[in-house]
DNA sequence: CGTAGACTTGACGGCACTCAAACAAGGTGG
DNA sequence: CCACCTTGTTTGAGTGCCGTCAAGTCTACG
């Protein structure tokens, strides 16, 4: 069972890795922690605004969404996870979810029951403050977020969120920046976005006569990555890639 | 000292217990982890993008915003700090800053230490756990303000904020929900809500044509806070109020 | 071969932008 | 005490990004 879990948390620990180092006995400590793996299939909401999870959900495999729906029906994506993300670490210390987080292709996860997670902070200062590391690089994610969408135009945040996908996907081993499998549809693209599904498709086609984006079944190609971080105003280091003593 | 500290660090308290309890070791031990008070005048960076900071800052009094620049020279806040906010406990683990902070007003400022900080985290768990989650529920605020920008008008978007201040003023005792202070320009409202100022200031005179604005000399009132609330979509559950074990 | 889901296109409308200028209020110095 | 400056607010006119509505195309799959 070690084993198993030890694989499946191999994305998580390259992504730890990539900011900070982390003792044997930590690792152990946290492959111990982990209750069950699951699987579940596309469309499926993995946690609901207003829910109390007793555990904490890391992705194995797929990619899920954290979103919020207004009023009118839309609705707006938060965050994108990819493999090795926790996707609620956060209600461990806040107990309540305020929103709701969707898997947007069929995924693989590990759960870390809220009780293990305490002993963790019990016993384990430094590795404590690495899963609050990861609660804050989330936190950085959403600013650079709301930066792009109170100033960017919907064209510049996707070639923004394209160039995310890239980095946060070859730091885990799973792809390079420019070349990528992603199983997102121009829908969930525009609830990234906050724009139409009529007008992320537009932005797509722009982006592809410009010669800056390739995506069909579901992968994406980046032939000119500098232009495109240009057009997106992408500089990662809201992304904190720096290894070193946390 | 320790008295006029504890005293400075009234509203920080407030704010904690409305969220969980505080032993008096904990209490203790936070105000002997500041080493200074400070001052600081309107306009000044706190600090900016790019910085390591060596200690984390807590806003005493005064208003101050997180905000990134684009290349258009345009300013987006990611979040407006009322008293009792830490403005940068995420340097803490993370090191390096990924935007600047703005002082709005006047402010006055207690520091903390990041040595400080390290021994706390190694001997106080629960107040570990506390002060996470303190930059989570920063986080909560960030995932509400990308679904107002990506999904919600102009107008709602300012009833949201001026929902979200008069909340979060009367949690640290300063105001009520529907009257407080509050020192910004129609500049800053801009800069927070991703428009020009040109935009704001219509939007401001919607509100008020609509009654559910009174906006002038530095004091805010919402005459109508249910048709405010409604407007902007607001329901305060991000801002887990609620107080329980952490 | 029929259906469902995803993607694409066109026409038209409105929210928010830019540019430009005027107005108000507080502070400073002569 | 007034002229002047600075900062903040207000207004108008013209533009454009992105929205809605509606239809049509493509592909996978049973």
């Known amino acids: 069972m070690d084993d198993l879990v030890t694989n499946s948390l191999e994305t998580f620990f390259r992504r730890i ?37 007793s555990r904490c959900t890391l992705l194995v495999s797929g990619f899920t969404a954290r979103y919020r729906l207004v009023s009118s029906g839309e609705r707006q994506f938060a965050a994108i996870h990819v493999p090795g993300d926790f996707i609620d670490l956060h209600s461990f210390p806040l107990k309540e979810m305020d929103h709701s987080v969707l898997a947007l292709s069929d995924c693989t996860l590990a759960m870390f029951p809220h009780s293990n997670l ?42 923004h969120l394209f160039c995310e996908l890239g980095i946060r996907l070859a730091v885990v081993g799973l792809g390079e920046p420019d070349n990528y499998d992603m199983p997102l549809t121009q829908q969930d693209l525009a609830d990234a976005l906050g724009v139409s599904s009529v007008h992320a498709n537009r932005v797509v086609q722009a982006l592809r006569s410009d010669g800056l984006l390739v995506w069909q079944a579901d992968r994406v190609t980046l032939p000119d990555l500098a232009r495109l971080r240009a057009l997106g105003e992408f500089d990662e280091r809201y992304l904190h890639l720096v290894r070193e003593p946390r």
Chains 1, 2 share one sequence.
């Open 17 to 53: 890795e990539r900011r900070d180092g982390m003792a044997p006995a930590e690792r152990l400590a946290l492959v111990r922690s982990v209750s069950t793996l699951e699987n579940v299939r596309a469309g499926v909401d993995l946690v609901k605004e207003g829910d109390r999870p």
């Open 118 to 159: 305490q002993e963790l902070t019990e016993s384990y200062p430094h590795l404590t403050r690495l899963l609050w590391l990861l609660t804050l690089l989330d936190s950085a994610l959403h600013r650079e977020w709301i930066m792009c969408l109170g100033r960017l135009s919907a064209t510049a945040r996707a070639a």
